[in-house]
């Protein structure tokens, strides 16, 4: 396993438009999760999945941004309606239940949003 | 309330020369996880190391070393002869026991460019 993977990298909008964005974690992880980074500063918790269940949501996540992890896999972050305020670093990461305070998060590289 | 501080906005150091990162964490409970990221121009977030509320004990694992000191709630890493590969952005973060998401709270971060 390479690890987690986001996709796109980068992603450009123009305001208004809807985007989406795809996260496939390490295979035997079943937590995952999603995280919203703005230039210079730390990443901020958006939502967590454990398998296909979405347990947690932060007050970050407005009604414009839904997320789905259908099989229990990868997952999808959906942002409507984009504005310039959405522009930032997302991140996904995943980490396996097995005493699951005492493991590691793994994250991937991002997906990199600009909204103009 | 849950807090992360990293006072440290960006070090400065010339190679070979030792850096420590400093890190105050804020939590009501007892049973708590602390880690440092490393966070490299790439943008991917890459586990350094680990430690939860009930192990004070410091460690050194190569180049790296921490001090955690619950009386004083902080958590400082330190690279020894620190090398331009270093140069990057530390998060520190924390999690919290009774939070069954397990999901991290990091600080702001502090960058760390390591001169030649």
Redesign the interface.
């Given at each position: 396993d390479t690890g987690v993977s986001q996709d796109p990298r980068h992603k450009i909008t123009k305001r208004g438009q809807n985007v989406t964005f795809r996260c496939d974690p390490i295979s035997e992880h079943n937590?995952l999760?999603w995280?919203r980074q703005t230039l210079?500063?730390?990443?901020?918790?958006l939502t967590?999945f454990q398998n296909e269940a979405q347990?947690?949501k932060s007050r970050l996540l407005s009604d414009r941004f839904s997320a789905e992890r259908p099989k229990g896999s990868f997952s999808t972050l959906e942002i409507q309606r984009t504005e310039q305020g959405d522009s930032a670093?997302y991140?996904c990461?995943s980490?396996s239940n097995e005493w699951?305070?005492?493991t590691?998060?793994?994250?991937?590289?991002?997906t990199?949003l600009t909204v103009v | 309330a849950q807090k992360v501080t990293q006072a440290q906005t960006e070090i400065s150091v010339v190679e070979k020369e030792d850096v420590t990162l400093d890190c105050v964490y804020e939590t009501r409970d007892t049973t708590y996880y602390l880690f440092w990221y490393k966070q490299p121009p790439s943008g991917e977030l890459v586990f350094l190391i680990r430690r939860n509320s009930f192990d004070e004990q410091n460690e050194i694992s190569g180049r790296y070393s921490w001090n955690f000191q619950k009386s004083t709630s902080s958590f400082n890493f330190t690279i020894t002869a620190s090398q331009v590969v270093d140069s990057a952005v530390y998060f520190c973060a924390l999690s919290e026991g009774r939070d069954s998401s397990y999901k991290l709270i990091f600080g702001s971060g502090t960058r760390l460019l390591v001169r030649p």
């Open positions: 937590r999760y995280y210079g500063q730390g990443p901020e918790f967590y347990l947690e670093m991140l990461a980490s699951a305070g005492d590691e998060a793994f994250f991937g590289q991002g990199r | -």
